[in-house]
């Protein structure tokens, strides 16, 4: 042992280190042919790439859903139609009533006019039943015998027993909806088959509308409740007020129509603003006529042709994380597709 450490392994050490110092030399003093004129050497191949699709056609199905609540239709006011005294109560509260049911009578009686030989004539006395105007349950009433009343006072409710659905709409919705559907499909979790609900209606609160006069005075304006779409629960659906549903209105349905990306189009209502490329590879603004859009793709009614490239992305816009469509499906930056529950 003792003639390997002192001559064995020296010169084994002495080797490799021999070995490392030619091959340092080489690399630094004799280049390789190669090489020598700089072909061999490694450059840079990669670039940018501004992503391109190409305008095709497909279908547009335009449907809004939003999440709404069902609730019962407002009590109709019963009001007094004659100035006098409440002689007869025909009702009482929680009371079942039809359209037109006598509820109280009020009397007037005025004095009467003086006759020729300066006696008073006989007082004018005119009575008036009062009634339901709609059928309902009589939730308010608080008539009671002796009781003055006015015309146009509200002397009683009659609480109907029908049902509506209504959500609040966003503002950039309402593009989506210039057609001006008249119903919806509701769903409701836990409860009856999606069902049809009629009469829609889509109403924003006008400015001013339910000012106080200190308001008034002032020149506040109250805040507005925005924009909300209400339509009428079917009598024969069985629901009840307080029931969180999902409100599905259909905005039309456009089939075999040109489509491109909603990223790649700046504008989505009307008019919109797309990037070109020409075949020399040159990109050019052009404007285009958009028609329907389902959150995803839009429609374009004029401006391109089926197979036109056009810039995925509007340039300059910030990244996008995604877009959520109607179907639960997300669109990614690279054009994949994520959908909810796989």
Not at 58 to 85: F, M, Y
Not at 93 to 106: I, K, N, P, S
Not at 179 to 208: K, M
């Amino acid at each position: 042992m003792s003639v390997a450490r002192k001559w064995v392994f020296p010169i084994i050490r002495l080797v490799i280190f021999a070995a490392i110092a030619a091959a340092l030399v080489k690399i630094a003093f004799f280049a390789d042919p190669a090489t020598a004129d700089g072909q061999g050497l490694l450059s840079p191949t990669g670039s940018i790439v501004e992503p391109q699709i190409p305008v095709s056609t497909g279908t547009i199905k335009n449907d809004v859903s939003l999440q709404a609540t069902v609730s019962a239709d407002e009590a109709v006011p019963v009001r007094a139609t004659l100035a006098g005294e409440v002689r007869k109560v025909s009702a009482s509260v929680g009371q079942w009533v039809e359209a037109g049911t006598a509820l109280y009578t009020v009397r007037s009686e005025t004095p009467g006019e003086m006759l020729a030989d300066g006696t008073m004539g006989a007082p004018k006395v005119k009575t008036e039943i009062v009634k339901s105007p709609i059928a309902g349950t009589l939730s308010s009433f608080p008539i009671i015998l002796g009781q003055l009343v006015s015309v146009g006072e509200e002397t009683g409710k009659v609480a109907p027993p029908s049902f509506h659905v209504s959500g609040s709409l966003a503002p950039e919705q309402q593009y989506r909806l210039l057609n001006q559907p008249t119903e919806a499909t509701v769903t409701i979790a836990g409860g009856p088959a999606p069902f049809t609900c009629t009469g829609l209606s889509i109403s924003t609160a006008l400015s001013g509308a339910g000012s106080t006069a200190g308001e008034a005075a002032t020149g506040a304006t109250g805040a507005t409740s925005g924009t909300t779409v209400r339509c009428a629960v079917p009598a024969d659906i069985t629901v009840f007020a307080g029931l969180a549903a999902k409100l599905t209105i259909a905005g039309g349905l456009a089939e075999n129509v040109l489509i491109v990306p909603t990223t790649a189009v700046e504008g989505s209502a009307g008019s919109g603003i797309v990037h070109v490329f020409s075949a020399d590879g040159a990109a050019e603004e052009r404007t285009v006529a958009l028609g329907l859009t389902d959150g995803i793709n839009v429609q374009v009614l004029d401006g391109l042709a089926e197979g036109d490239m056009v810039l995925q992305f509007i340039p300059g816009a910030p990244a996008q994380q995604g877009m959520m469509g109607p179907d639960g499906c997300m669109v990614n930056p690279d054009g994949s597709m994520t959908c909810m529950g796989g």
